[in-house]
């Protein structure tokens, strides 16, 4: 079945340091991937997604690329703020359905 | 987006005990999903709520334990039934509007659950 993995945290940096979360997939067929972060006490927010290979999402400084070669959409960040500090998570949507499933998550910590 | 709101926000309860959790949004979706997020974990689907039949339940999880309605296009409740310890988890509401893979999921803001 499809799954996620991503890197586990957390990942503790300082404030305008790069942040990369690293996330590969295995599914059938062409899904969809998406990026989804969660602020402390808060519900679960979309970050960015793409729908094919070579497509960049892009948000609030996040980017991530479907990299259908390397089965990864790892998410970037050239600069980060004490506000990134949230869980991020992974997904992806698979071809067949409506689905959602979720990697493992990453706590990011961001010190001023 | 839609705007999802979920009643309530977080409850104590105490085991063997039920309660139905709400999910309300601000405009009518076809697509209606129940996760859930046990601590320092992952998001699982537990169902697919549709409008006018019976709730797809995934692997794992059974109608007996999460009852779901879907009374219409812009409401839906999950009971967690006869609850134990294992049950305190963050509960989500998602929507989405047409389906199919590139179809984007929002989230409600969760119902935090703890069971004594």
């Known amino acids: 079945g499809d799954s996620v993995t991503q890197m586990e945290g957390p990942v503790t940096l300082s404030e305008e340091a790069c942040l990369t979360i690293?996330?590969?997939?295995?599914?059938?067929?062409?899904?969809?991937l998406f990026w989804y972060v969660q602020y402390p006490g808060e519900g679960l927010q979309l970050l960015l997604k793409a729908t094919k290979a070579d497509d960049k999402g892009s948000n609030k400084g996040f980017e991530a690329t479907y990299r259908k070669e390397t089965t990864s959409f790892h998410l970037e960040k050239g600069s980060v703020q004490v506000s990134d500090s949230a869980v991020y998570f992974c997904?992806?949507?698979?071809?067949?359905?409506?689905?959602?499933?979720f990697g493992g998550g990453t706590r990011v910590l961001v010190k001023p | 987006s839609a705007v999802i709101s979920q009643k309530p926000s977080r409850d104590i309860c105490q085991r063997g005990t039920s309660l139905t959790i709400q999910c309300q949004v601000d405009?009518?979706?076809?697509?209606m999903f129940w996760y859930r997020q046990q601590p320092g974990q992952s998001l699982t689907l537990i169902a697919t709520?549709?409008?006018?039949?019976?709730?797809?339940?995934e692997s794992g999880f059974v109608i007996d334990k999460f009852p779901i309605s879907r009374p219409n296009l812009t409401f839906s409740t999950l009971t967690v039934s006869n609850m134990s310890p294992e049950d305190s988890s963050i509960y989500l509401c998602?929507?989405?509007?047409?389906?199919?893979?590139?179809?984007?999921?929002?989230f409600g803001p969760g119902t935090r659950l703890t069971v004594l």
């Open positions: 997904a992806l949507r698979g071809a067949a359905g409506n689905k959602l499933t």
């Open positions: 998602s929507v989405g509007s047409a389906g199919g893979r590139s179809d984007t999921q929002y």
């Open positions: 709520a549709n409008q006018g039949s019976e709730a797809t339940y």
């Open positions: 690293n996330c590969t997939y295995t599914a059938t067929g062409y899904p969809s």
């Open positions: 405009s009518q979706v076809t697509m």
